[in-house]
């Protein structure tokens, strides 16, 4: 609703002590000559008439804003970043001689009319300020902001940097960075994004060839450039750094969940050569007891060798033969299968003729099919922004997945050679380049919905865009290398894209570049690899990457850790769910904790979730390693159960057995019994873990649970909420578990044990709905566990008498 003549009086005051400034100064260094002639409101958009063009603000949420500037006789280019339009977003305008405020409830735009510039208020505050804004020069278009003299940068997307970017110049242009390990300005996945300490984020809705100078040229300027493409860009703003990627996500969209077995173990290496050799790796887990959900199959599965088969997009059946039978004996085990995928059709492949008599390749200038060199060989590469070319790569898609193959692996999409003067149907290669990653995942994404619209979707890629979570993507870190310094790099990289909207972002674990055979690092790496999205292994042939084929210690070791993964999955299952509804990372910095931004350089150790406190081990020979336990409540060692009081830096002695863990006093942890495969998720059996404090009074926390499966669950009310109550007083502590919701084939009740740790001594009584039995509990003294067994249809009362 337009409220026209509305004004905060906090915003008048503000913006007429703007304007007093202004008049003050003699030289102005914006852009002189840009005025504002005339100004249109229609619902939640601000048009203005300037001298050299048109702007248009939209007001997406109450604490986004998205500018686009249109050049004199430039035509609107649709959005990339974000599906939403905002128009239940209520706005207000005020028009004066002098500026124009446009306000969301929460947000306000101040646009001084001549020369004409933006600054966004929030909470009577300026967050950002334009310096000249849009601006053109040579060969480039882009906008220019000021920064403040304190503030901390993030962004960029994928890149080993530190995680503050302040200072740096940053390419973006998505290209592979093969074997990368500490530093790496440039990697597969980069996005005009930026993340303030000032708790807002900046986005550029431009997929061309581009830079972001981050105070490197200037020191208090941000500059974005590129060598095309549409030139917009979004001020999203919170009320804290939880508020912030829930507004983020409002913007550029939610991750979907994808089907619960993708949380399991994923076994990859480039590649499994054979069927034979496939079944023999699956039945190396099973014999090895190593639980296993997938197996990925490299180049080799459309050809016998490395080179000269990419574009068969079809199985090589003298090494693969009868895959569909091989898949469904796979999947009778739990075991579903996931293909590589690449967008370039070489000319000895079974799909070149094909695609050249369609026309499904980017082009010359003059309109011929563009064919050239790369590592495996002569190639054309698919439009993907051609509908054409994309109907016809879907229908690929579409028959594999029939007869079976249950994720899709995209790789080589940044594309990995990408030549300048290459054209697609929408612009040349420098103009859409960082988009190409993106419109192939949602190629994928849409296909799903359309033709398989009771299946989640699995889509791996490395490279995409801006809001490319909202197509399903889970995207990896590339090729890292398969050394301590490949390792070192993951969790900055991992808590960056997670920031930036990417929170399923993971890494071959293991390493992929590089023969380096190190027991230990595999080990240690494999041990993080619990506290990430997706546990997938992935390796060149000549170091194992599968823990099936190490030594019997280090099978024992990682055998341990991927059962834990298994076991937590009802608790990493409910993250997931979180993320999927207001954008949370699974991953998270420190600072999400304490809110003390000197903590922004921090990657030694992370939140998984609300509540667990994880520090890898990253160096070769430690047994240990310093975790900052933040404070504001007490934390307990995972492994030991040794409870320590938060604000201080200790150091944790670890074998090779384990790594820094700690759980949060008061936090509720959903686990499992022991199973194979997430097929045999036993959805009518629980373990909450209570972690018990006496400087806790109040716990409330819950599990979300759906059939692993169906799209939209939650939204089709499809789920099973468990919620749980704690609330302890002076001689007793009472649990409440309440279960709500259902969805086909869930049973009529759980079974639950409820296990409370750090409990000092053998409990007087235990209640269970008020009825009291000496046998309905177990306390053992050595380990502080009190265990309550029961089973719940609606609602259980668990009272303990101290």
Not at 488 to 504: K, N
Not at 550 to 572: A, G
């Amino acid at each position: 609703m337009l409220r026209k003549g509305a004004f905060r009086r906090v915003s008048t005051i503000i913006a007429l002590g703007f304007l007093v400034l202004l008049a003050g100064c003699s030289t102005l260094p914006w852009q002189s000559g840009r005025k504002v002639f005339s100004a249109e409101i229609e619902n939640n958009r601000l048009t203005l008439e300037v001298s050299d063009g048109m702007v248009r603000l939209t007001a997406l949420t109450n604490q986004a804003i998205e500018v686009e500037f249109l050049e004199l006789g430039a035509e609107p280019q649709p959005q990339s970043v974000s599906t939403t339009e905002g128009l239940g977003v209520e706005v207000s305008v005020r028009m004066e001689r002098h500026f124009i405020e446009f306000s969301t409830p929460e947000l306000t735009a101040l646009i001084q009319k001549s020369p004409m510039r933006i600054s966004f208020l929030k909470d009577g505050k300026s967050i950002i300020e334009e310096e000249k804004g849009f601006f053109r020069q040579e060969n480039v278009a882009g906008f220019r902001f000021f920064l403040d003299d304190k503030e901390k940068l993030m962004g960029g997307g994928s890149r080993a940097l530190g995680m503050d970017r302040r200072g740096h110049r940053l390419q973006l242009y998505n290209k592979p960075s093969y074997g990368y390990e500490t530093e790496a300005e440039l990697m597969y996945y980069s996005m005009p994004v930026v993340i303030s300490s000032k708790q807002y984020s900046l986005v550029f809705d431009n997929g061309a060839s581009g830079w972001m100078d981050l105070g490197f040229t200037e020191p208090d300027i941000l500059q974005f450039d590129a060598v095309g493409g549409r030139m917009s860009y979004y001020v999203v703003a919170g009320d804290d750094w939880e508020n912030l990627m829930d507004e983020f996500t409002q913007v550029t969209g939610n991750q979907p969940l994808p089907p619960r077995w993708v949380l399991g173990n994923i076994s990859s290496r480039m590649g499994y050569r054979s069927r034979e050799q496939v079944e023999s790796v699956v039945e190396g887990y099973r014999s090895a007891d190593i639980p296993l959900d997938g197996i990925v199959l490299d180049v080799y599965w459309f050809g016998p060798d490395l080179k000269g088969h990419m574009g068969n997009l079809d199985w090589d059946l003298e090494n693969f033969p009868r895959p569909i039978e091989m898949m469904a004996n796979l999947k009778d085990q739990g075991v579903k299968t996931i293909l590589i995928t690449e967008p370039f059709v070489l000319n000895t492949s079974s799909k070149y003729d094909i695609c050249i008599e369609n026309g499904y390749f980017g082009t010359t200038a003059d309109g011929e099919p563009y064919i050239y060199d790369f590592y495996f060989g002569t190639t054309g590469l698919i439009d993907i922004f051609k509908d054409e070319a994309k109907d016809w790569f879907w229908s690929v898609y579409k028959r594999h997945t029939l007869t079976g193959v249950d994720g899709w692996w995209g790789d080589l999409g940044e594309p990995e050679v990408h030549p300048d003067d290459l054209y697609h149907v929408n612009g040349s290669a420098l103009e859409v380049h960082n988009l190409y990653g993106h419109e192939w995942a949602r190629l994928i994404a849409d296909g799903y919905e359309r033709d398989f619209a009771n299946q989640r979707p699995v889509i791996l890629m490395r490279s995409g865009f801006v809001g490319s979570q909202r197509y399903g993507m889970i995207p990896w870190t590339g090729d890292v290398s398969r050394t301590w310094g490949g390792l070192q790099s993951q969790v900055e990289i991992a808590l960056q894209m997670s920031l930036q909207g990417l929170a399923y972002i993971h890494s071959d674990l293991g390493g992929f570049a590089g023969d380096y055979e190190d027991a230990e690092l595999y080990t240690r790496w494999l041990q993080y690899g619990v506290f990430q999205p997706i546990y997938r292994t992935h390796a060149q042939d000549t170091v194992p990457a599968e823990p099936i084929y190490w030594d019997e210690e280090t099978q024992r070791i990682v055998r341990d850790f991927i059962k834990l993964r298994y076991s937590l999955t009802p608790y990493l299952y409910t993250v997931m769910w979180e993320n999927s509804q207001n954008g949370m990372p699974l991953m998270r910095p420190l600072f999400f904790e304490e809110h003390e931004f000197d903590q922004i350089q921090e990657t030694k150790t992370y939140l998984w979730g609300d509540d667990f406190l994880v520090t890898p081990i990253v160096e070769k020979g430690v047994e240990g390693a310093e975790v900052d336990l933040p404070g504001g409540s007490a934390w307990f060692d995972f492994w030991t159960g040794e409870r320590f009081e938060g604000g201080q830096t200790l150091f944790s002695e670890h074998s090779i057995e384990t790594i820094p863990v700690f759980v949060r006093a008061g936090a509720i942890i959903p686990m499992i019994p022991e199973v194979q495969t997430l097929d045999s998720f036993p959805g009518d059996q629980l373990i909450l873990n209570y972690y018990h404090d006496e400087t806790i009074s109040t716990a409330n926390d819950g599990v979300y649970e759906d059939d692993g499966k169906t799209p939209n669950a939650f939204e089709k009310g499809e789920y099973e909420w468990m919620e749980v109550k704690v609330s302890n007083e002076d001689k007793s502590l009472t649990a409440t578990i309440t279960r709500s919701h259902t969805y086909p084939g869930n049973g009529d009740e759980t079974h639950v044990v409820l296990k409370i740790h750090n409990w000092g001594s053998t409990p007087l009584e235990v209640s269970i709905n008020g009825e009291t039995s000496e046998t309905n509990f177990d306390y053992d003294s050595d380990s502080h566990l009190l265990s309550v067994p029961f089973k719940v249809a609606d609602q259980v009362v668990v009272q303990i008498s101290k």
